[in-house]
């Protein structure tokens, strides 16, 4: 826990040297002022602390690392015809060849590792950087909080899917649609449930709107509620997954406190379809963001009776971060301050609540 706790305190310690999270500078006679430095330091020190932990550190980590000896031991041929007879953890051979290329070049088992934790924070930072130009403390503790960043340590493979999908959801928005969809097709070569980010496109073409989002909500909401009876029938396509998800096999967690965070995840939602103004074309990313956290949700209460589904919300949840960010703009004044000093300590207190179990608890790789 002492490990978590120095990260936060550095964050915290960061953003007030920083002036806030910002960096003034001066080019020629003109003055101005740089948050991505901050942004950019406090996502170096996420990782380093993803990349150097011990293998004890996150429930699945042991077998990633089994499994990357072993995978070396395959020939190339053998890996790319299925010699391995499904032996080696996964079906998507993308992580298997990831795996073999590391291991021909004798690449140390904790290197892979950070480079796997690599791809996931940097496409992370690449979608925060990008998005956010101001409230960056409450977009570095929302990525710890409800980010998906505990979450990776244990499924690597997952992890850099959802970096891969965040890369080219930013390529997207710049009107790199080939970008997009390779970067996604990768990812589904790290796990197949990347193909479920292809709503993106879908997301671009709804018009954004008061009335949209309160359709969305609702057609949201039912899909929770119902969507555990039909996703049998969806996975019949994923036979692999069909047999892994739904039976048994993941323990099906109480929702407990997590409902606040999806009740507060609704309330900005339905307050940003009331405060913002739908015709400037620029929220229109806002109104995506809010799909996506609306999918988070939604899959989440599948998950409370169907299990394993609710680690496909792990590709929405980088989400989160851009709505908690964005929320902030719906206040002025000292309403603001005591709103962001708010979600920043809600976000700390929730890290520290999910760090303290067992599979979190910190050793570094040398310990």
């Known amino acids: 826990m002492s490990a978590y706790i120095i990260l936060i305190v550095y964050i915290l310690l960061l953003w007030c040297v ?3 999270g910002t960096v003034l500078y001066t080019v020629g006679n003109v003055k101005s002022e740089e948050s991505n430095f901050f942004v950019a330091m406090s996502f170096l020190a996420v990782f380093l602390l993803s990349a150097l932990r011990n293998k004890t550190v996150g429930v699945d980590t042991v077998s990633y690392i089994k499994y990357y000896e072993a995978v070396q031991e395959l020939s190339w041929g053998g890996l790319i015809k299925g010699e391995w007879n499904h032996h080696f953890f996964t079906t998507e051979k993308g992580f298997m060849i990831l795996e073999k290329i590391c291991g021909d070049l004798m690449v140390p088992t904790q290197l892979f590792i950070a480079l796997c934790a690599g791809i996931f924070v940097y496409g992370i930072y690449k979608l925060v950087s990008t998005y956010i130009e101001s409230n960056v403390i409450v977009s570095v503790f929302s990525f710890l909080a409800v980010g998906s960043y505990l979450l990776s340590i244990n499924v690597l493979r997952q992890g850099i899917g959802v970096g891969l999908c965040c890369i080219a959801w930013v390529e997207l928005k710049k009107g ?3 970008r997009f969809v390779i970067g996604v097709l990768l990812a589904c070569t790290f796990h197949v449930s990347c193909c479920v980010f ?7 073409k709804i018009p954004a709107g008061r009335k949209s989002i309160i359709i969305s909500t609702i057609v949201m909401m039912v899909v929770g509620v119902v969507g555990a009876a039909f996703l049998p029938i969806i996975l019949r396509w994923f036979p692999i997954y069909a047999v892994r998800y739904g039976n048994g096999r993941w323990k099906i967690n109480e929702a407990n406190g997590i409902v606040i965070v999806w ?7 339905l307050l940003s379809a009331f405060r913002l103004d739908w015709s400037k074309k620029e929220h ?8 996506f956290s609306l999918c988070y949700v939604s899959i989440n209460i599948i998950g409370l009776s169907f299990d394993g589904a609710q680690r496909l919300s792990m590709l929405f949840q980088p989400f989160l971060i851009l709505l908690f960010s964005k929320s902030c703009g719906l206040w002025s004044g000292a309403t603001k301050s005591i709103y962001t000093t708010g979600v920043v300590a809600g976000m700390i207190v929730l890290f520290l609540k999910a760090a303290s179990t067992a599979q979190y608890a910190y050793l570094p ?3």
Do not use: G, P, Q, R
């Open 18 to 20: 920083t002036k806030k």
């Open 176 to 178: 790199n649609w080939k």
């Open 198 to 204: 292809f709503l993106a496109v879908i997301f671009e």
């Open 263 to 269: 009740v507060i995840v609704l309330a900005i939602i």
């Open 284 to 291: 229109h990313i806002d109104f995506e963001v809010m799909l």
């Open 365 to 367: 790789f040398w310990a």
